[in-house]
């Protein structure tokens, strides 16, 4: 990834032109600018933190509909699966909304 100079917008290996701020990333032919920025997470490593927290909610909502009851199948109503998703569901859904704008506001630190 290339990261701008200018922004610090993370763009493809190949961009001539970064993406957010339209600055060019090529100098002199050959030249390529790189910032020397730490990050402490990285918007690599944000992005990967992103996809779990989707996957999270995608399961949740799974939960949601096929053991909720919310579909035209029959429910699952024995006790101890009705505990289990009475805690588990709330927890993907809502933890991976919460991961999800974690991953959004740790891309740039």
Same mark, same amino acid.
């Given at each position: 990834?290339?990261? @701008?100079?200018? @922004?610090?917008?993370?763009?493809?290996?190949?961009?001539?032109?970064?993406?957010? @701020?339209?600055?060019?990333?090529?100098?002199?032919?050959?030249?390529?600018?790189?910032?020397?920025?730490?990050?402490?997470?990285?918007?690599?490593?944000?992005?990967?933190?992103?996809?779990?927290?989707?996957?999270?909610?995608?399961?949740?909502?799974?939960?949601?509909?096929?053991?909720?009851?919310?579909?035209?199948?029959?429910?699952?109503?024995?006790?101890?699966?009705?505990?289990?998703?009475?805690?588990?569901?709330?927890?993907?859904?809502?933890?991976?909304?919460?991961?999800?704008?974690?991953?959004?506001?740790?891309?740039?630190?």
């Amino acid at each position: 990834m290339k990261v @701008c100079p200018y @922004c610090g917008h993370a763009n493809y290996d190949f961009a001539h032109i970064c993406r957010k @701020c339209e600055t060019s990333l090529v100098g002199a032919p050959g030249t390529v600018y790189r910032t020397t920025r730490k990050y402490l997470i990285g918007p690599e490593r944000a992005r990967s933190l992103r996809h779990r927290a989707l996957s999270l909610i995608v399961l949740g909502l799974l939960m949601m509909v096929y053991w909720g009851g919310r579909g035209p199948w029959p429910t699952i109503d024995h006790p101890t699966l009705l505990a289990i998703r009475a805690w588990l569901e709330p927890l993907l859904l809502l933890g991976g909304a919460a991961l999800y704008l974690l991953g959004w506001i740790l891309r740039s630190v």
